[in-house]
């Protein structure tokens, strides 16, 4: 497992398969020399309304420990599988302790708690990403820093894990 974050100015993409080389996959085609399949893409928003928690959504998704400040609940997904990547990515106005996660989505409750609206507050979006099964962990890395650095140099903090599941990497 490697750890990191990083300011998404100072983030370089490395090469992999990009989207004017994807194609999507048809059933029952077969596979084409230098075709990449992308499966699926799938968002949502971590709503309150919902019964949605932020903290919990990101102690799920990085497979640690954190503790939601505002409730006093302990989230502990440490005993599931490790991502095989996992990071914060920031934009180069974002105050360093962004990329504390605990931190983070703590002090994303706390504002939302003062909001007139704290008990519908949408606190994150969430995207599950297929990753295509023909990139290897240097592209798929490669490839999600890249999509995540784009966000973050749009003024978004980036929280992100890359699961690789034998056949089924997002």
């Not at 505002?70 to 599931?80: E, I, Q």
């Amino acid at each position: 497992l490697s750890e990191g974050h990083f300011r998404a100015e100072k983030a370089k993409a490395q090469p992999y398969i990009g989207q004017a080389q994807c194609e999507e996959r048809r059933a029952p085609a077969k596979k084409k020399k230098g075709v990449v399949a992308l499966n699926w893409i799938e968002t949502t928003i971590v709503k309150r309304s919902e019964g949605k928690n932020v903290i919990a959504r990101a102690a799920y998704n990085a497979r640690e420990r954190l503790v939601d400040e505002r409730t006093n609940v302990v989230y502990d997904y440490r005993h599931l599988a490790e991502p095989e990547w996992r990071g914060i990515l920031d934009p180069a106005c974002a105050p360093d302790w962004v990329t504390d996660r605990e931190q983070l989505w703590n002090a994303v409750e706390k504002i939302e708690d003062r909001s007139k609206h704290r008990d519908t507050a949408q606190l994150a979006r969430d995207f599950k990403i297929a990753l295509p099964e023909e990139l290897n962990h240097e592209q798929r890395l490669a490839l999600t820093k890249d999509y995540a650095a784009e966000m973050a140099r749009k003024g978004m903090v980036v929280d992100v894990a890359i699961h690789a599941q034998i056949g089924r990497a997002h």
